[in-house]
């Protein structure tokens, strides 16, 4: 149950936030690539979670008590694949590293099953849309965001 409770915890938005100011220090141009995804990424799921309105299974049967919101599609589903395998493509992980980040989504979404905050067809569903936001948008968003990357980076630089 703890393991369960713990990766579940690599999933949530804040810890991702972190992980994306981290590469930023590793690699700032690719850093901010992949937290350019990770970003719409997160404002597609809210759209998505905001529109469809989809509730969770019933209260008394979840292993947690700190859910919130709704349930379709799974937000650590859709933004921890989008993260964990944007990080492998830009910041070009080998193996046996890059076989754990390719698995960890799919914990993830396990987690949230095996927690009972999710209906299965929300994890697949969050899965399902990050692909087809890596595979369709990637490069959209990466064109878009690159209009501000000096600017960003000329911020980062003066914070730091």
Known sequence: MFFIRYVTLI???????L???????????MGYQVGSLWF????????????????????QDWLITKVSGFSFPSGHSLTSLVL???????????APFSYFLY??????????????VHYPEDIVGG???????????ESKVLDFQFNFYGFFYDICHVLL
């Open 84 to 94: 964990f395998w944007s990080i492998v493509k830009y910041f070009e992980i080998a």
């Open 127 to 137: 899965w399902a849309i990050a692909i087809f936001f890596l595979h369709f948008f």
């Open 40 to 59: 719409w990424a997160y404002l597609v799921n809210l759209i998505l979670k905001n529109t469809i309105r989809k509730r969770r299974p019933p209260k």
């Open 11 to 17: 999933g949530n938005v804040f810890p991702q936030f």
């Open 103 to 116: 698995a960890l989504p799919v914990i993830l979404g396990a987690s949230r099953f095996y927690l009972k």
């Open 19 to 29: 992980i994306c100011c981290f590469l930023l220090f590793v690699d700032f141009r």
